[in-house]
């Protein structure tokens, strides 16, 4: 069974960082790209960015480069996403999900975490 398990959400002051964690079970990370996601209440579900370990690729959204960084560990199956600078505008539930594709379409994912929520206070 495939698993998605995310932590680290929390609140924070605009300016301040936090690190998501997403650790996996059920798949190969080595087959999987990881892609993290979020949802602010009343809008539509964003691909914030994903990660690639087969070919190495990692890709963000406009709104985060700079900003934010995606990583993976595969020896403890966790992909993590450092996040700095955090403004008002990140705030949102944070999902991780897998994909067999490299996309930050999150139609094209086949599993999903539960999602952290994130808060950035101005």
């Known amino acids: 069974e495939v698993q998605l398990v995310e932590s680290g959400g929390g609140f924070v002051q605009a300016g301040g960082s936090l690190e998501l964690s997403c650790t996996t079970s059920?798949?190969?990370?080595?087959?999987?790209?990881i892609g993290w996601f979020r949802q602010a209440p009343g809008k539509e579900r964003e691909g914030v960015s994903c990660?690639?370990?087969?070919?190495?690729?990692?890709d963000y959204a406009d709104s985060v480069k700079g900003r934010f960084t995606i990583s993976g560990d595969n020896a403890k199956n966790t992909v993590y996403l450092q996040m700095n600078d955090l403004k008002p505008e990140d705030t949102a539930v944070y999902f991780c999900?897998?994909?067999?594709?490299?996309?930050?379409?999150?139609?094209?994912?086949?599993?999903w975490g539960q999602g952290t929520q994130v808060t950035v206070s101005s």
């Open positions: 059920g798949l190969n990370l080595d087959y999987y790209t």
């Open positions: 999900a897998a994909a067999t594709t490299h996309s930050l379409m999150a139609s094209g994912y086949d599993y």
């Open positions: 990660f690639s370990k087969y070919d190495g690729l990692a």
